[in-house]
């Protein structure tokens, strides 16, 4: 499947190098190839430049978003969540007409430090909205409730026995998403309903960042038990 | 011990039930026992009227809200969320002062129908109201993410293998919950940390009403997998 990844940080890499690993066309998009490739310094999360993972993954292409998402059969945003829409519009509507967008993004503010609080949430979504700006766009939200090397290998915790929600209105995308999950190890995939139970799903991040802080350690996932 | 179980309904029922089995001394507090014996109707949910209940249950005394929190080591607050600064504020402040005060309640708004939303949510949290409005009590969250037949007996669901939350500012206090949640069967109390890390448990009420329609049942717990 050709798959654009927005996004290249932490999230990007990870997952666009897991789908890679599994036989996909991926490609990286971001706003200006050249300066991303020109970053020498560690990210704000101490990760290295770009060009370093770059070069450990030479079948990944870097693009610019409207390049990246033009001809995608699935767009995963893996932008940060305050800038997801501004990324979105970049790659161009008319590059999501029709698309999958698999949405792990997290409306998380940081204005008022840490713990973030979320600026959206409750009656709307991050998700919710993207789907208003992209009507065209089949969003589906998944994977945003995990640490990233989670969302790849969940089998890191608990032998993989927890749990990975889906939101969506769209039965068929919702279902390429499902596949895409299964396919990457996510035994437990819980369909919580049409997009707007994606509310519920971007509320679980307090709750996850304060679970980090009580367990100290990122490496931690929701178990549905019932 | 002396515990006072602010609340009639299903919660409060099933709470008062299990205390007073477990030997503690239960007294429940309404705003009128006449009226509350009076009833003759099932409630809204389609429970019997309280006095069958209390016919059942005739070591458990119903008392007024200030009677009954009034000597009281412990109250739990098991009325619905919107009604329970109201609750509290009957009661007494004066009846509150150094007790321990078990928030178990939810700040849910159904002014918009089904599902509900969060009438403070994020940035505050019900709990924080009631300790702003009570500072002399000792308020602790817990149990508000299941239902109140999973609250005193965990092992109705996966052997009773799932996660319990509890969050509060004084240590002794949180010790007190965190021991009666033992007796109560719950094996794995997570300590989120002071009152503010209960705006991200009670967040968690949206995806639990959501599992609760995705899944078809009430009887689902989290588990944290680490």
């Known amino acids: 499947m050709n798959i654009a990844v927005l996004g ?20 990286v998009g971001t706003r200006d190839p050249e300066s991303t490739m020109a970053r020498t310094d560690p990210d704000a999360m101490g990760n290295p430049p770009y060009s370093v993972w770059q070069a450990d993954h030479p079948g990944i292409r870097l693009a610019p978003y409207p390049d990246a998402a033009a001809g995608a059969e699935l767009v995963v945003n893996a932008t940060g969540g305050s800038g997801s829409l501004e990324a979105l519009n970049l790659a161009g509507e008319e590059n999501l007409e029709g698309t999958v967008l698999l949405d792990i993004s997290n409306p998380l503010d940081f204005s008022r430090g840490f ?8 009656t709307d979504s991050l998700a919710e909205q993207i789907q208003r700006a992209f009507p065209g766009a089949r969003v589906v939200k998944s994977l945003n409730t995990m640490t990233a ?21 769209d039965p068929d995308a919702k279902k390429m998403v499902v596949d895409l999950l299964t396919s990457m190890g996510h035994t437990d995939v819980i369909d919580l309903g049409d997009l707007s139970t994606a509310r519920a799903a971007e509320m679980l991040l307090p709750v996850w960042v304060r679970l980090m802080g009580a367990l100290g350690t990122p490496y931690l996932q929701f178990k549905i038990v019932r």
């Open 8 to 27: 290249t940080g932490t999230v990007g890499r990870t997952i666009a190098a897991k789908l890679a690993e599994l036989g996909h066309e991926v490609v």
């Open 115 to 122: 713990p973030p609080s979320l600026f959206v949430s409750d």
């Open 149 to 169: 090397a989670l969302m790849v290998d969940p089998g890191r915790v608990g032998g993989g026995d927890h749990s990975t929600f889906v939101s969506g209105d």
